[in-house]
């Protein structure tokens, strides 16, 4: 099916019309499938009438792990098969049938529990029951997680050959929950060659029109929308949405136009909404569209293009234990400090991608990969390369990568094609082609060059389009072979005439064997970007290296009005004997002082020093402060053996008030003003965590108990057992000194009384993510009130906005931060 050939239109909300039926949907709605099949039909008939070419089976949830809240997980298949079969009874070959494939509600690790492997299992269960009973494509929607709707589409293919549509939902900042913004996920799935990509659910049809235009800017795939019908709001003891099917009318055309081609409704829409957009688009073709062209790599929150048209990208290089016995003990012992240390670092001195190699020899590659990337995208915000030839070791490796990242690498010999380029097609990610086959190294050009053509060629079989690939024709020592030399610069040019593919190289490779290595590099750095290199792998710690390359950016154009170089160098001041003297004799004075205390010291730049204080400034000092850091950091396995240290001199609530909460109200602080997101202050919060449990086991000791504030019951409200948010706002609580009772999902307002009384409960929160359990929420606050219990209610959920929760009478709670803030006050706890 061709997605170009027309604006396509896809029906409304499912469950607005089952409640317009006054269908009961406090419990599993996959369940009606077998239980109100007529309605169904009759739902799915109204909007074929409307104008739907695409309808959505009602399978949102039919994955074992949602089910299971229902004691229904031994029954995808079945529940499954009956609503891909009642769609198609319903559509008559007047419409597509799509498999709707909603989140498992849980998160994906490093942020969650569940392993990669374990999400692609759940979801190709219920993702092979929907192709065998005859769905046309498949739907992957309303994801948070970057992570999960991967393992999706990867699920998918695994089980099927349907078109698969993937759509993400934002939040009112643009980025998803766990902060990915549109443009990433365009990119990252446009690798995964999906049919569709884009946007639903979550916000009002106003919302969109920058999200499908910072999609269609780096994305030539299909564009999928359908957006809520405003936001919910309660009248009479029933939800409605406020946005009438004019407002969708009007919308339809602008999202064309913003580069929309398949258009549609979710929450609160009806076939009326979808009659609206039919009219609005029945004239219209999709607009053409001309994306940024460059290769893309992204992690979860980044997006990186190289090539060209783009500044020379530095590629850090020192996560690789290749002569460094420091780094190569460390990963023996299964030692990660040091790989999250020099992430830190490189980025803080500019580097725009990581690579990540730990070849030693010995060792579980596989398994320490796994544990590497995951320790990177944990500590820093940039995309990264993934440096290894152990096909197992790249499978970890990806399965644990957020965004699209660059395989590194596939050569032209045959095990590299055979082994490695078929797993970086499966998960989309970029690759660098190596100019080296069986024969060995080229010192010619154009015998590089003709290997690199034959990687291309192998890529292209596999799905992998040139501007997926990026070249490294290999740089040889100038000591050994000065003529190489002069070729791979020869070759670099060739390369991009012929293939216009983007190209890298390992730069410090031309001044092994000579001395003042620095200024061979830099000088050949130089010469490469004229001759059209578009990244260099390098130390980004080597500032005559990075003055370099923003210097030769401004003279080849790829600096445009040298702003880069400018802002950058600005106040550049060079460097005199006396401050170079200065600085080393103030590393020795800080490396004796840690040898004197018995511990070690990573010496930073005066920059990044003046920067850390400026930022850090009520950090206390000492251990304390260390304790603090790692709170930052997200470390919880390094926070340990320094909380150990720490009770030494210090008492446990001590500790936790001087370096643990005021950490914690740091990192709060950073992710409301946007400086990070969900992923990093959750790994913040379990850092927390781990010392609590130190702190918890030498109270105990000590014949005394860690002191909390008060005791918070919690619970996602009756019909409704999405957990993600109610979870993470307990994690925030608990880590930043309260007691939390944990009701759990699905939870009738008479348990929540009970609870209240026997716990003697300060606060209550209450979670809610579907519209049709908002009504729920509003009995359970009644309940509270006719047991005469005047206790505080928090409410909050993707469905609550302030205005409802004032008519419910609960306080307004608009993510994790806020709700502990709010807590605070409550119960007049001091700010940290």
């Not at 996602?716 to 608990?734: C, W």
């Amino acid at each position: 099916m061709d997605f170009w050939s027309k604006v396509w239109v896809l029906d409304g909300g499912m469950g607005t019309m089952l409640m317009e039926a006054g269908v009961d949907v406090n419990f599993a709605p996959e369940l009606l499938n077998i239980k109100e099949p007529e309605v169904l039909k009759k739902i799915h008939t109204a909007y074929i009438s409307a104008g739907a070419d695409i309808i959505e089976t009602n399978t949102f949830g039919s994955n074992r792990i949602k089910l299971s809240h229902y004691g229904l997980e031994d029954r995808v298949r079945e529940l499954t098969a009956a609503g891909v079969k009642l769609a198609k009874e319903a559509a008559e070959g007047k419409a597509l049938v799509a498999l709707s494939v909603g989140p498992t509600g849980m998160f994906v690790e490093p942020v969650g529990d569940l392993t990669f492997d374990e999400v692609v299992d759940v979801f190709k269960e219920q993702i092979e029951a929907g192709a065998d009973a005859g769905a046309d494509l498949v739907l992957i929607e309303t994801m948070s997680d970057i992570k999960e709707a991967k393992a999706a589409v990867i699920a998918a293919k695994e089980v099927c050959d349907l078109p698969v549509m993937v759509s993400m939902t934002y939040q009112e900042d643009g980025r998803t929950l766990l902060g990915t913004p549109p443009e990433v996920s365009a990119a990252v799935f446009e690798g995964l060659k999906v049919a569709a990509v884009g946007a639903n659910c979550s916000l009002g049809p106003e919302s969109f029109v920058s999200l499908i235009e910072k999609m269609a800017q780096v994305t030539d795939t299909p564009i999928i929308v359908y957006a809520n019908a405003g936001l919910p709001v309660l009248k009479d003891g029933k939800t409605y949405y406020p946005e009438p099917p004019e407002t969708f009318g009007k919308y339809a055309i602008e999202f064309v136009k913003a580069g929309a081609n398949i258009i549609g409704g979710c929450c609160g829409t009806t076939p009326a909404h979808i009659k609206a957009i039919k009219e609005a688009v029945k004239d219209l073709k999709p607009v053409e569209r001309n994306p940024i062209e460059g290769l893309k790599v992204a992690s979860r929150t980044k997006l990186v293009f190289i090539g060209s048209n783009f500044p020379t990208r530095i590629i850090g290089e020192r996560i690789n234990p290749t002569g460094k016995k420091r780094l190569q003990e460390a990963l023996k012992k299964g030692d990660f400090s040091l790989v999250r240390e020099e992430a830190k670092k490189q980025v803080e001195e500019g580097a725009d991608l990581l690579d990540v190699n730990v070849g030693v020899p010995g060792i579980d590659e596989a398994a320490v990969m796994k544990q590497a990337v995951k320790t990177v995208i944990e500590t820093v915000d940039v995309p990264i390369m993934i440096d290894t030839k152990d096909p197992q070791a790249l499978l970890e490796g990806l399965k644990m990568c957020d965004g699209r990242p660059i395989v590194n690498s596939c050569s032209g010999e045959e095990k590299d094609i055979e082994n490695i380029l078929p797993i970086a097609a499966k998960f989309g990610a970029n690759v660098l082609a190596l100019a080296i086959d069986d024969e060995g190294l080229k010192e010619k050009a154009e015998d590089r060059v003709a290997v690199v053509e034959k990687v291309i060629k192998e890529c292209e079989k596999q799905g992998i389009e040139k501007d997926s690939i990026i070249a490294d024709v290999l740089n040889l020592a100038a000591s050994a072979m000065q003529e190489a030399t002069v070729e791979t610069l020869k070759a670099i040019r060739l390369v991009k005439e012929r293939f216009g593919v983007a190209t890298t190289l390992g730069v410090s490779n031309v001044s092994f064997g000579l001395p003042a290595r620095p200024l061979i590099n830099s000088a050949f750095m130089a010469m490469a970007i004229e001759a059209g290199l578009d990244s260099g792998i390098v130390n980004p710690g080597d500032s005559r290296m990075v003055e370099t390359i923003y210097a030769s950016d401004v003279l080849v154009g790829k600096d445009k009005g040298a702003v880069r170089y400018v802002e950058k160098f600005q106040n550049y001041k060079p460097k005199t004997y006396d401050d170079k003297c200065r600085e080393i004799l103030e590393k020795i004075c800080q490396l004796s002082c840690s040898y004197l205390q018995g511990r070690e010291v990573t010496i930073k730049s005066e920059k990044k020093k003046e920067e850390k204080e400026s930022s850090d400034e009520d950090a206390p000092s000492g251990v304390l402060g260390e304790i603090f850091k790692k709170v930052l950091e997200g470390d919880r396995e390094g926070i340990k053996p320094i909380v150990e240290e720490a009770l030494s001199s210090f008492e446990p609530m001590e500790i936790s008030d001087k370096a643990l909460i005021p950490a914690l109200d740091v990192v709060g602080k950073r992710f409301e003003e946007g400086k990070i997101f969900l992923p990093q202050m959750l790994k913040s919060a379990q850092a927390v965590q781990s010392a609590f449990e130190i702190l918890k086991r030498e109270m105990k000791k000590r014949g005394g108990n860690l002191k909390l504030s008060g005791k918070i019951v919690m619970a996602t409200v009756h019909g409704d057992v999405h957990e993600i948010g109610k979870n993470i706002v307990i994690t925030m609580l608990e880590n930043s000194g309260f007691n939390v009772v944990d009701l759990g999902t699905n939870v009738p307002p008479q348990k929540v009384v009970e609870a209240v009384k026997e716990e003697n409960a300060d606060v209550v929160g209450l979670s809610a993510l579907m519209t049709t359990t908002l009504p729920s929420m509003k009995e359970t606050i009644k309940a509270l009130r006719e047991a005469g219990l005047d206790v505080p209610v928090i409410v909050g959920g993707a469905v609550v906005t302030p205005e409802f929760a004032e008519e419910i009478g609960g306080i307004y709670g608009g993510d994790a931060q806020q709700a502990v803030k709010i807590v605070k006050k409550l119960l007049k706890v001091e700010e940290g």
